[in-house]
């Protein structure tokens, strides 16, 4: 509580909201177990999406469920974010985002 207790204090008044709520988000995907990761999209239905992960980590599959949310139009060949869960073997998504491509 320490560390915590002194991240509050030295922050300005208006910054502490924000903090803590990263903070509460932190703690939130700790206690949940998800996972991130990033790729090119290689394919996707309404059950699926198959990624290939940069820098030779070979490809990782996903289950989509209706309550994947899905920011974008994510299409094959498309840069992804995915946010997911493990259930036993399974890698559950839990959210899709289109990376913005560098101009």
Known sequence: ????????????????????????????????GTHATRG?????????????RTGNRGVMAFSLTPSTRREGVIVVGASVSVRYREDGKNHVA???ALQRTKE
């Open 40 to 52: 090119i999209v290689q394919t996707i239905d309404a059950t699926t999406l198959v990624i290939a």
């Open 1 to 32: 509580m320490g560390f915590l207790q002194a991240m509050l204090t030295s922050a300005k008044f208006e910054q502490r909201g924000k903090l803590i709520a990263v903070l509460l988000m932190a703690a939130m995907l700790a206690i949940l």
């Open 94 to 96: 839990t959210a899709i």
